[in-house]
Antibody
Framework: QVQLVESGGGVVQPGRSLRLSCAAS????????MNWVRQAPGKGLEWVAI????????YYADSVKGRFTVSRDNSKNTLYLQMNSLRAEDTAVYYC??????????????????WGQGILVTVSS | DIQMTQSPSSVSASVGDRVTITCRAS??????LAWYQQKPGKAPNLLIY???NLQSGVPSRFSGSGSGTDFTLIISSLQPEDFATYFC?????????FGQGTKVEIK
């Protein structure tokens, strides 16, 4: 069965960095685009970033552009989110989520059919 | 960016009730809309994609409709396990955006 397991969260001071990982299993990882979605405590869902199956295409939310970098290692079936210059407003549960398509702009995709359990990132001094 | 607006923000209902949640996009998105259910402390779960397609394993009491700017999620007969928060999401363009959520509570 499809499994997505996030790790790397924790408490970090403003301005510092953190790298999240998402280990995938149960499906052919290098055939799917992957996303990061976050949810601030008690708030709604915010899409963060997407990377295509081969890493050739990626998009970011404006709120993280220039600070966060999404990457993947298909040999390790793992998705990453490098988060730099963290701010208090980045405090959230971060989910990795699978797109049903391989590319970032495929017809009929763009939703999230499998999600990890989420990992909490707290930015606080 | 495409803004997604859900209504109501919350609804109180009883087991067996029919519940309707609406989602409006700030511009036309054809049928590029998904619905998710989220229970406290859990990840969202995909219910509906492309406005009306039921995700595998999702009970048939859930249905979706609409196109353009106006969409509806219907729970035909509310069950105890359906008390949760529901989100719509547009899949038309980047950035992907979600509605603010509709909390379905026990009456």
């Amino acid at each position: 069965q499809v499994q997505l397991v996030e790790s790397g969260g924790g408490v970090v001071q403003p301005g510092r960095s953190l790298r999240l990982s998402c280990a995938a299993s149960g499906f052919i990882f290098n055939s799917y685009a992957m996303n990061w979605v976050r949810q601030a405590p008690g708030k709604g869902l915010e899409w963060v970033a997407i990377m295509s199956y081969d890493g050739s295409n990626k998009y970011y939310a404006d709120s993280v552009k220039g600070r966060f970098t999404v990457s993947r290692d298909n040999s390790k079936n793992t998705l990453y989110l490098q988060m730099n210059s963290l701010r208090a407003e980045d405090t959230a549960v971060y989910y990795c989520a699978r797109d049903p398509c391989s590319g970032t702009n495929c017809y009929g995709g763009g939703y999230f059919d499998y999600w990890g359990q989420g990992i909490l990132v707290t930015v606080s001094s | 960016d495409i803004q997604m607006t859900q209504s109501p923000s919350s609804v109180s209902a009883s087991v067996g009730d029919r519940v309707t949640i609406t989602c409006r996009a700030s511009q036309g998105i054809s049928s590029w809309l998904a619905w998710y259910q989220q229970k406290p402390g859990k990840a969202p779960n995909l219910l509906i994609y492309t406005a009306s397609n039921l995700q595998s394993g999702v009970p048939s009491r859930f249905s979706g409709s609409g196109s353009g700017t106006d969409f509806t999620l219907i729970i035909s007969s509310l069950q105890p396990e359906d008390f949760a928060t529901y989100f719509c999401q547009q899949t038309n363009s980047f950035p992907r955006t979600f509605g603010q959520g509709t909390k379905v509570e026990i009456k």
